[in-house]
């Protein structure tokens, strides 16, 4: 496991935390609203939970802020919207021996959920 430590002002570490404090702003463009609407669907919510849409999962990252971070799975790739779909299409293959499932998502439905996860900055 990689850790990366970030050194901040008090004052900037603050502001960060009160940023990730608020819940996930809710999706206004046709193409992320049909990818919440996935992620409550595709078995998603089982384990992720997104503030503001659904707390149900708790054994996996909280995705609430997820498009804020700078890397996708525990600092195995760069957050890119190329490796965010890559990682969707097939967690397996990406980190070997990861506890999220590949979920047979079609490259649509993969599309709808990466401009609905991209949003929540
Ligand atoms: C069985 C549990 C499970 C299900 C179902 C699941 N995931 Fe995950 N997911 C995980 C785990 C565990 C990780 C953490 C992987 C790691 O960092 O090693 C993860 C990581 C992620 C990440 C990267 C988050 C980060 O902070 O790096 C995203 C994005 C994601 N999942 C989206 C989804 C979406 C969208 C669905 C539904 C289509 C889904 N997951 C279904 C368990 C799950």
């Known amino acids: 496991m990689r850790i990366r430590v970030i050194a901040q002002s008090p004052e900037d570490f603050n502001a960060w ?3 990730q404090q608020q819940p996930a702003s809710p999706p206004s463009a046709v193409q992320a609203m049909k ?3 996935l992620f409550m669907e595709k078995n ?3 384990c992720h939970s997104i503030n503001g849409l659904v707390t149900r999962g708790h054994v996996a990252p909280d995705l609430t802020h997820v498009a804020s971070r700078e890397t996708l799975a525990a600092g195995t790739l ?3 919207p190329a490796n965010l779909s890559r990682w969707l299409k097939n967690p397996q293959a990406v980190k070997k021996g990861v506890n999220m499932p590949r979920l047979g998502l079609s490259d649509e439905q993969i599309k709808y959920l990466a401009a609905y996860l ?3 900055k």
Request: proline letters at 7%.
């Open 17 to 19: 935390l009160r940023r």
């Open 118 to 120: 991209e949003g929540l």
């Open 35 to 37: 990818g919440a609407g």
């Open 44 to 46: 998603c919510v089982n």
């Open 78 to 80: 760069p957050n890119t």
